[in-house]
């Protein structure tokens, strides 16, 4: 696993109404880096966003419905997972119900398998396009990613 990336499995609680499940505490430790901002992404399927990295800003995603592959690649020259690749699937039909914290420095990306999917995902930060929001071509070799492995892009929107 790439160091200070953490999966939370959530616990679901059903009965005859549906479900409750807690997504997140402030109390959390894995939350100590604490709340900037809370954004909602909604993906058709197909659809590749990548790759995203940020200076100093921590993500936490949270996948509400459909099923997403997500890649991460650790970029920190310094840490001692540089250059590590690691995926995770997160959402319904097989994918993990856990909340995935993204270190800052730490590549990242998704690809929806099953869609309509609905990302939701808490920053250590508010946006700011000019420090935190860079980017990474999807196809870039020095990663060295497929995203089309196992299902062609259906989407031309790749961000």
């Known amino acids: 696993m790439i160091d200070g990336v953490v999966i939370k499995e959530l616990a679901r609680h059903p009965d005859e109404r549906g479900f409750f499940e807690e997504i997140m505490r402030v109390s959390d430790p894995f939350f100590a880096e604490g709340f900037g901002q809370l954004s909602h992404s909604h993906m058709h399927e197909g659809v590749v966003k990548a790759w995203h ?37 997160l959402g319904e039909d097989g994918g993990q ?4 914290k993204i270190p800052a420095g730490v590549a990242h990306g998704l690809k929806v398998l099953k869609g309509p999917a609905d990302l939701i995902y808490v920053t250590s930060g508010e946006y700011n396009k000019e420090k935190e929001e860079g980017r990474i ?19 031309k929107n790749i961000t």
């Not at 459909?66 to 995926?87: F, I, M, P, Q």
């Open 97 to 100: 119900t856990a909340v995935l």
């Open 53 to 89: 990295i940020h200076a100093t800003q921590i993500d936490w995603w949270f996948v509400v419905n459909g099923k997403v592959k997500v890649a991460l690649y650790d970029k920190r020259e310094h840490s001692k997972t540089h250059k590590e690749l690691n995926e995770f699937t």
């Open 137 to 155: 071509a999807y196809d870039d070799p020095t990663i060295g990613y497929d995203w089309v492995q196992g299902m062609p892009i259906t989407n």
